[in-house]
């Protein structure tokens, strides 16, 4: 086992040890969907889709409004009696007075109407596409916190390295300065170690930085507190693949919130094209009403008396011509379906493509991780040679730079190809439609 994996090994370990103290990927995740914003708004378009539910249900149900009103007649409206009835003249007359008051209670029920009874079916549609919009918000929290993570993980792991590396340069250095204070090396063999110590302590800095801000990333895609600590256990999480008979080997459109969500849009659109071909049938409104009503030449005389009323209906309502309005909204409707409908045939076939192009980018990665890592055994394999050669000076200050460089360059390799792997697996159970699986795995 070489030194440096020995080293990465000693760091998981140590992170396992402070798991009682510190964040998993799966904590992370979990706190994120209790607490990133965006879980908040589908939540809270939940509740507007139960909301909407009962405001449809609401237009078959009894509708009771009280009216009462007041007119002031400043004219009176005159009724002709015609002459013959009450004598040889006709006779002018008032049948009311200065002031009117009339007090009403109704109360309508729809006791027919297929257009509203077809819009119904549309809660149930509109509670799941409610569901489907949070379940969707909630795999996209899981896929960015999951990224925002893995690159933490890789930060960290290049910081390690490079740290290592800084020692290696950091003894060197320590021996060149005794040889050239005692005149067997030149100070320009000094300046070669310095240089590449140099670059690799701004490296260090860099790396520091960018592990700086990927953990703001993960903050922010968490909802926790920017200015809070948050101290990460940075542990790898993913489980290779168990080959043809795991999960995602397989793919269903069905298995994709995309997919689902366009299916339910797809039902809706099919309501909605009945609803508006009900709206020229009959409706049927059953009404009761009670009121009453009041005269007088002074206002107050019209509240004196009160003369009740009642009445109980039926309004029956034919729709006969309205000039080609709703056969147009029909059409639209009907445009809106198929398109849907090829839309949905032609994100059936992307979704494929995805998946397949997710699988060949793991296998990639995978081979690629691999590969990296032997390279980077190699290397290490070589400079631990170089480097004994050098201290019996068998060779020369190059050839120990060289290997080196080429360690350093097959440690940034390696590096780039681990993050490589964990975003493009994170991607298949993206495509997969898998995340909350791999949540419940971790």
């Known amino acids: 086992m070489t030194k440096i994996f020995l080293m990465l090994i000693i760091f998981c370990i140590c992170a ?7 964040w998993t990927l799966k904590h992370c995740i979990e706190y994120g969907l209790q607490n990133n914003r965006n879980a908040r708004i589908y939540a809270n378009q939940k509740i507007a889709a139960d909301a909407k539910a009962r405001e449809v249900l609401a237009d078959y149900l009894p509708k009771v409004s009280l009216t009462s009103m007041l007119d002031n007649n400043l004219k009176l409206q005159q009724n002709v009696i015609p002459a013959g009835i009450l004598g040889p003249n006709e006779i002018k007359v008032s049948l009311t007075q200065k002031f009117n008051s009339n007090v009403v209670a109704q109360l309508d029920q729809v006791l027919y109407d297929q257009s509203l009874l077809t819009g119904l079916k549309a809660n149930k549609l509109n509670r799941e596409l409610a569901d489907l919009n949070t379940q969707q918000s909630q795999e996209s929290i899981i896929y960015n916190i999951s990224i925002a993570y893995f690159q933490l993980l890789v930060y960290r792991q ?53 592990f700086q801000l990927a953990e703001n990333q993960l903050k922010f895609e968490m909802g926790y507190p920017i200015d809070d600590k948050l101290q990460v256990n940075l542990v790898p999480a993913i ?76 309004k029956l309502t034919i729709p006969i011509l309205d000039f080609y309005k709703r056969s147009a909204r029909h059409k639209q409707a009907s445009v809106n ?59 020369d200050l190059n050839d120990w730079l060289i290997t080196r460089n080429s360690l350093r360059s097959a440690q940034n390799n390696y590096l780039n190809s681990i993050y490589s792997y964990y975003q493009s697996r994170v991607d298949l159970e993206k495509a997969a439609g898998t995340l909350k699986t791999f949540l419940n795995s971790l």
């Open 16 to 22: 396992k040890a402070e798991a009682q103290e510190g």
């Open 158 to 210: 290049q910081i390690l390295l490079l740290e290592f590396n800084s020692k290696t340069y950091e003894r060197q250095m320590d021996i060149y300065r005794l040889q050239v204070a005692k005149g067997i090396v030149l100070q320009k063999d000094l300046d070669k170690v310095s240089v590449d110590f140099n670059n690799t302590m701004s490296q260090i800095r860099v790396a520091r930085s960018n």
């Open 337 to 395: 379906l198929v398109n849907a409908e090829e839309g949905l045939k032609l994100s059936k076939s992307k979704f494929s493509v995805e998946f397949q192009n997710a699988q060949t980018k793991v296998a990639q990665a995978q081979a690629n991780m691999e590969n990296d890592k032997r390279n980077m055994d190699l290397a290490e394999s070589v400079f631990k040679v170089t480097n004994l050669q050098f201290q019996k000076g068998t060779t």
């Open 239 to 314: 489980a290779p693949l168990a080959g043809p008979e795991d999960s995602l080997m397989r793919f269903s459109p069905a298995a994709r919130i995309d997919y689902r969500i366009s299916s339910t849009n797809i039902r809706l659109l099919e309501i909605e094209q009945a609803r508006i071909k009900a709206e020229g049938l009959p409706k049927l409104t059953g009404y009761a009403r009670y009121g009453a009503v009041g005269f007088g030449n002074k206002l107050k005389g019209a509240y004196d008396e009160l003369l009740p009323y009642s009445t109980v209906g039926l």
